[in-house]
């Protein structure tokens, strides 16, 4: 099981940027995607963009445009580039990987980095 750690959170006011990186410490190969879903309190946990391991990307519609999804293969690591945020995009930002992550089926999850943006 993979085991991942996330970096980048913060608090930004509106229009702001941020970046943030997860880096997968205990893998056997690269055949895995990588993800990045959001939380808001009290509401439920979103996807919000993925990347595969050949490098197609989808991401929710909510951010098309303003956040970007990469990886390294070469170093277990992607990253989510935040630009334009909004106050709807504040909440705790969750790495995931997993081989059917296109059908949210998570194998492993970070423990999350905050995200709070301010009007």
């Known amino acids: 099981q993979a085991q991942l750690a996330e970096s980048g959170g913060g608090s930004v006011q509106s229009g702001g940027s941020l970046r943030l990186t997860c880096t997968n410490s205990?893998?056997?190969?690269?055949?895995?995607?990588m993800g990045w879903y959001r939380q808001a309190p009290g509401k439920e946990r979103e996807r919000v963009a993925v990347?595969?391991?050949?490098?197609?990307?989808k991401s929710a519609d909510s951010v098309k445009g303003r956040f970007t999804i990469s990886r390294d293969n070469s170093k277990h690591t992607a990253w989510l580039q935040m630009n334009d945020l909004k106050p709807e995009d504040s909440g705790t930002y969750y790495c995931a990987t997993g081989t059917r992550l296109l059908d949210d089926v998570v194998d492993s999850w970070g423990r999350g980095t905050q995200v709070t943006v301010s009007a």
């Open positions: 990347i595969t391991s050949w490098g197609t990307s």
């Open positions: 205990d893998y056997t190969s690269t055949s895995y995607s």
